[in-house]
Nanobody, 123 residues
């Protein structure tokens, strides 16, 4: 069974940067689209970004210009670099995967999920 492990969460001050990493336990990452989602207390899970082998990176409007996503198929990792962070970015961040060469913004189209990593933006 595919396992996803997030790392890199923590505390950051407003305006600061943080980089999250998602490591996938698969022989070949190429067929998978990997998405990043976040969920703040009392709010629904939100799609943040997604990257696939063919469709190109997708970034939500709420974080466009501040967050970038990249993937390394050799290392089987997907990285989310977050900059100019805001208190409203505080949430648990999850990576998720689906066997598809294209992304989706819908959480229920990703069958495999990591356990999440907490990101807190506060002064």
């Amino acid at each position: 069974q595919l396992q996803l492990v997030e790392s890199g969460g923590g505390y950051v001050q407003p305006g600061g940067s943080l980089t999250l990493s998602c490591a996938a336990s698969v022989p070949d990452l190429d067929p998978y689209a990997i998405g990043w989602f976040r969920q703040a207390p009392g709010k629904e899970r939100e799609s943040i970004s997604c990257i696939s082998s063919r469709g190109g990176p997708v970034v939500a409007e709420s974080v466009k210009g501040r967050f970038t996503i990249s993937r390394d198929n050799n290392q089987k990792t997907v990285t989310l670099h977050m900059s100019r962070m805001k208190p409203e970015d505080t949430a648990v961040y999850y990576c998720a995967s689906r066997i598809n060469y294209y992304c989706s913004a819908f959480a229920d189209e990703f069958p495999d999920w990591g356990r999440g990593t907490q990101v807190t933006v506060s002064s």
